[in-house]
């Protein structure tokens, strides 16, 4: 199945739905065909296509509850091919785990430091917050659904997907533990890979360093070599953002093509 294949689920929910509150196969549609016109939303400073993406969803049984991983197909085509090739192979075929038998969530994760350090974080200001507005001004879904979709259609974001399930097994403190996750936003910037955690309401990045460095492990593991036993989590570059500001580390990410390990 490619990326631009018409099995896809559309649906608009205030919340995750319990697995008990709709079954698989009786899903509604977001908007009926009398309103498909008004999908393509275009005001000053901000272009919103919601006709061009499109989603898959998964069950966490941990929590009960249905994640939404929206993806922009062209902007997912711009991403490195080890990237695509995760994506495609796995997100999209719906190849993931059970998170049901996999206790471990990544916010939970006590972890290891981070390769990166408190005064590593800096203010960026190369991201489009007019998205987040948009959202919360006219959407009437949860905070996090609202945004990350929006953002992901945002034709002038770089946010390819939203809700990215990962998995794998990863230093945690003195032992290796299998973990789990949904990696709130992966941007592709300039041909790199770059994991982003919404945080609303925190302005102290630092405070969220080890969630998101188990994301970019965890990531890094999808993404490294058929045959390798080493992930390249430097590779990818991570940020945290809420409805105002956007924090990055400074050291740069290295090409996910190139003929490293």
């Keep these: 199945m490619t990326l631009d294949s018409p099995h896809t689920i559309i649906f608009q929910s205030s919340s995750p739905l319990k697995r008990s509150e709709k079954d698989e196969g009786s899903l509604p549609l977001e908007e009926n065909s009398s309103s498909r016109n008004r999908n393509r939303k275009e005001v000053i400073g901000l272009d919103l296509n919601f006709d061009i993406i499109k989603n898959r969803r998964f069950y966490d049984g941990r929590r009960g509850i249905w994640y939404w991983c929206w993806f922009h197909p062209e902007k997912v085509s711009k991403a490195p ?5 995760f994506f495609e192979g796995r997100v999209v075929e719906r190849e993931v785990p059970d998170f049901e038998e996999l206790k471990n969530s990544v916010t939970g994760y006590g972890g290891v430091e981070p390769a990166f350090c ?31 979709k929006a953002l992901v259609a945002d034709e002038d974001s770089d946010v390819a997907c939203c809700e990215l399930p990962v998995w794998g097994t990863i230093e945690d403190g003195e032992e290796f533990v299998e973990h789990t996750g949904h990696i709130d936003a992966i941007e592709v910037k300039n041909g790199e890979v770059h994991v982003l955690d919404y945080k609303p ?3 102290e990045p630092h405070d969220h360093a080890r969630q998101i460095e188990a994301y970019r492990r965890l990531l890094a593991l999808r993404l ?16 945290i953002f809420n409805d105002e500001q956007i924090w990055r580390c400074v050291f740069q990410p290295e090409d996910l093509k190139d003929d490293g390990r």
């Design 201 to 203: 309401g925190s302005d």
């Design 224 to 239: 490294r070599k058929e045959g390798s036993e080493h992930p390249r989590p430097e590779s990818i570059g991570v940020g």
């Design 118 to 148: 408190e005064d590593e974080w800096k203010y960026a200001g190369d991201f489009n917050f007019a998205p987040i507005r948009y959202a919360h001004e006219n959407m009437d879904q949860g905070r996090h659904y609202r945004v990350l």
């Design 81 to 85: 091919e080890r990237f695509r090739e």
